[in-house]
């Protein structure tokens, strides 16, 4: 069931920052940008492009966001506006919320916080990929009894 509400989050955050109509305006079809036009009745799309599309990865987690890193050192495909956003991922993300971090770290061990790390500090100094996040992890890990 966690997958089901997963991929309707996913379909109703494409929706709610029109990344549909992104797609759906790249084609030269008459037909298609007649459909673009429809599905953007009711929705305020005056945002950039790029921005929304930024704010779609930030809304839909981390995983996303690392998706928008990587693909923002490709301006090789992305026009300038979508690349500049994307860049802006790279050291202007939002941060994640350190109660609810705590939460998945207690639960995925079944331990409190204190138990598992020597020190743990709630709030970030800097944004950080997943890879440096882990490697950080191991490093300040307690000995397990």
Same mark, same amino acid.
């Given at each position: 069931?966690? +997958?089901?509400?997963?991929? &309707? ?9 029109? &990344? ?9 079809? *008459?037909?298609? +940008?007649?459909?673009? !036009? ?7 799309? +005056? ?6 599309? !930024?704010?779609?990865?930030?809304? &839909?987690? *981390? ?15 992305? *026009?300038?506006?979508? %690349?500049?956003?994307? %860049?802006?991922?790279?050291? !202007?993300? *939002?941060?994640?919320?350190?109660? &609810? ?16 790390? %020597? ?21 300040? !890990?307690?000995?397990?009894?």
């Amino acid at each position: 069931m966690s +997958r089901l509400l997963r991929g &309707l989050f996913i379909v109703w955050t494409v929706l709610r920052y029109g &990344l549909d109509e992104l797609v759906l305006a790249s084609f030269e079809r *008459p037909g298609l +940008r007649l459909l673009t !036009r429809i599905v953007s009745i009711g929705r305020d799309l +005056r945002a950039p492009r790029g921005e929304r599309l !930024r704010l779609a990865l930030e809304s &839909l987690g *981390p995983i996303f966001v690392k998706f928008g890193q990587v693909l923002s050192t490709r301006r090789d495909l992305l *026009p300038a506006d979508l %690349a500049d956003q994307l %860049a802006r991922l790279q050291d !202007r993300v *939002p941060a994640f919320d350190p109660d &609810l971090a705590v939460g998945i770290i207690e639960k995925s061990f079944g331990r409190p916080i204190d138990k598992i790390f %020597a020190s743990f500090e709630r709030e970030p100094v800097a944004s950080a990929s997943i890879a440096q996040a882990r490697a950080c992890s191991r490093s300040s !890990r307690k000995t397990w009894p």
